[in-house]
């Protein structure tokens, strides 16, 4: 339910904070967002610890959590909603957290632009374009030089053969240009 979907999203985040080494941080988001008697009445295990596969293990984590969860007949649709969702989430936070938090969101951004391109269905590549239009603005007002090339970059793919073509999303996706594995 929703209470295990923001329970996940919450060790989705301390398990950022952890592989960031933002101590304080997450020391003080587990004792604000009462993680050990949530964890505890939801009969889960925390996060594993960090190591070689943290990262493969988050984004496994955002793809099942915020993504995936509750699929519908629209992948495309998923992936648009989510991100909507997780921005939302962490435009809500707490003023503490929330610079923390805002970091993860431009690697999701192109993470779901990504996915959204590698959908094998018709249309994605202009569900991809609608996507990436109407959430690029969330990163250009204070973004720096190479984030700002990377969006220049990223804006010049309209097509899967454009995906395995550009080196930006060549850095993304681990140099095989299809982030979704299939």
């Not at 592989?19 to 925390?46: N, V, Y």
């Not at 996060?47 to 988050?58: C, F, G, R, S």
């Not at 962490?90 to 993860?104: E, G, K, T, W």
């Not at 309209?158 to 395995?164: A, I, K, P």
Request: aromatic share 10%; hydrophobic share 35%.
């Amino acid at each position: 339910g929703w209470m295990a979907s923001q329970l996940d999203a919450d060790l989705i985040v301390l398990q950022y904070l952890h592989s960031r080494g933002l101590q304080d941080a997450k020391a003080t988001f587990t004792r604000e967002a009462r993680i050990p008697d949530r964890l505890q009445r939801a009969q889960q295990s925390p996060p594993p610890p960090v190591d070689d596969t943290a990262k493969e293990w988050l984004m496994l984590q955002l793809d099942t959590t915020v993504f995936r969860q509750g699929a519908s007949s629209d992948p495309a649709q998923h992936y648009c909603t989510g991100f909507s969702k997780l921005s939302r989430w962490v435009d809500s936070s707490l003023d503490i957290y929330r610079p923390d938090l805002a970091r993860i969101l431009y690697p999701m951004f192109i993470y779901c632009f990504l996915e959204l391109l590698a959908l094998p269905e018709g249309g994605a590549d202009s569900k991809a374009q609608e996507f990436f239009a109407g959430n690029k603005g969330l990163f250009l007002e204070q973004c720096s030089r190479w984030r700002l090339q990377e969006i220049r970059d990223l804006a010049k793919i309209r097509t899967q053969s454009d995906l395995r073509d550009n080196p930006t999303a060549a850095k993304y996706t681990g140099g095989g240009g299809n982030p979704g594995g299939g």
